[in-house]
């Protein structure tokens, strides 16, 4: 497989975390491994996209030749807007059918859905009442998804970035890849991580973990596809909301869907710049071009020398033809596993026991450090 820089340079990711390792990890995997644990979680609402798939998903796969990896179906996340039952539990299916048809091995690494270890919840608690509201206040996705009725969105939805640091440090998780549109609640982890560890320095030390008891996690934010935008306007991101099916392609999508989204995605009437400096202030042309880019596993510097001063009809035809071959067999394979409900609930089962193993002693010391009695 040829790898662009920015993932390799994930893949060699080896830095020690500046912290000490709290304590054993768990389970750990039989190949001698730095101490970097990584976690990512994908929201079960329905219409996973190719956003989800280049930012996040084919990340995920990457990463897991080199570390640990907990990737997460997070379904107490997505009950923070009303999910009828059971459409979640069938979006739940789905994230983990795509987890899987892209690559994830659940044997070698854990996949669960988050509300089966409640480790989640109780520690979002404990950082509710770390964090503070200034900091909640600044989330700009809270703002884009409560929008002008503030007032009916709900508790959940203001202290969603608690959940999402509770997710992360429960497993002492060292890296976290993610699209860039989480990159502010990834800083508010690390803030949260750091004000835990200072304000609960004395016990911190007294239990035995003198550089501190959270690690202030990395996000990865890798790859020419970190943004990917709606194809039906460039300056908005591809979301799983747009009203518009036009604006998404969908990891279910057959070929002829994809075809067709690609065909009718808007442009600008130029022919493609052979240089990407050209792509500035082109944010559709752009757009396409990092998707190209990230289906193929190259950059864009690469795509434009061969594409540079194409016509856009030939270049949506070439990326059309990439787009099939990449995401239909996915999709069949995501497909197949969605007819085998049992199977895939016996997966994360799985992964959830697995999880608990290593969340349950974290969980357990962050209890004795805050002072709370437990048996
Ligand atoms: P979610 O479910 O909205 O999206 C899942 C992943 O897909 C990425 N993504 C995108 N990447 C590129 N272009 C896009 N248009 C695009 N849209 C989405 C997201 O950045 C994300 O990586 N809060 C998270 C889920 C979460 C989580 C966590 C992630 C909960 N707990 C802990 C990491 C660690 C979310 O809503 O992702």
Same mark, same amino acid.
């Not at 240089?275 to 082109?282: A, D, F, H, I, Q």
């Given at each position: 497989m040829r790898l662009i820089a920015p993932l390799r340079a994930t893949l060699a990711l080896g830095a020690r975390p500046r912290? +000490? %390792? $709290?304590?054993? =990890?768990?389970? !750990?995997?039989?190949?001698?491994? #730095? +101490?970097t644990r990584v976690f990512s979680g994908v929201q %079960?609402?329905? +219409?996973?996209h190719l956003g989800n798939y280049l930012g996040a998903i084919t990340r995920f796969v990457a990463l897991q030749d080199a570390h640990d990896c907990l990737y997460c179906v997070v379904d107490l996340h997505a009950i923070t807007v009303f999910q009828d039952p059971e459409e979640l539990a069938k979006n739940t299916r789905e994230v983990t059918a795509a987890f899987i048809a892209a690559g994830i091995d659940p044997t070698r690494h854990i996949v669960f +859905?988050? @509300?089966? /270890? !409640?480790g989640h919840a109780e520690l979002a608690w404990i950082f509710n009442c770390v964090a503070r509201l200034g900091w909640l206040n600044r989330m700009t996705q809270f703002k884009e998804k409560a929008g002008k009725d503030r007032e009916n969105a709900s508790a959940g939805l203001y202290v969603y970035p608690n959940l999402m640091a509770a997710d992360i440090l429960l497993y002492h998780a060292t890296h976290v890849p993610v699209g860039e549109d989480q990159k502010q609640h990834l800083e508010l982890a690390r803030d949260i991580a750091q004000k835990f560890n200072n304000d609960f320095a004395k016990t911190i030390a007294r239990e035995g973990y003198p550089g501190g008891f959270f690690p202030l996690p990395e996000p990865? #934010?890798?790859? $020419?596809?970190t943004r990917v935008m709606s194809l039906r306007d460039g300056t908005k991101k591809m979301s799983k @909301?747009?009203? *518009?099916?036009?604006t998404r392609i969908n990891l279910t999508d057959d070929a002829d869907q994809i075809a067709k989204k690609i065909r009718k995605a808007k442009t600008d009437p130029e022919p493609l710049p052979s240089? /990407?400096?050209?792509?500035? !202030? =082109?944010p559709e042309a752009d757009n396409l071009v990092g998707i190209y880019a990230g289906l193929a596993e190259t950059s864009k510097e690469q795509v434009l020398r061969e594409?540079? *001063?194409? $016509?856009f009809s030939k270049f949506k035809e070439a990326l059309a033809e990439l787009a099939t071959t990449r995401l239909t067999p996915i999709g069949a394979e995501m497909r197949r596993l969605m007819a085998d409900p049992v199977e895939i609930d016996r997966i994360l089962n799985e992964g959830a026991r697995r999880a608990h193993a290593i969340a349950d002693p974290i969980l357990a010391k962050t209890k004795d450090i805050v002072g709370f009695i437990r048996s």
């Open positions: 912290h +000490n %390792p $709290p304590f054993d =990890r768990g389970e !750990s995997m039989q190949k001698a491994k #730095i +101490n %079960p609402t329905g +219409n996973l +859905n988050q @509300s089966q /270890v !409640s990865l #934010i890798t790859g $020419p596809a @909301s747009d009203e *518009s099916d036009m240089e /990407v400096k050209g792509l500035e !202030s =082109r594409f540079g *001063s194409a $016509p």
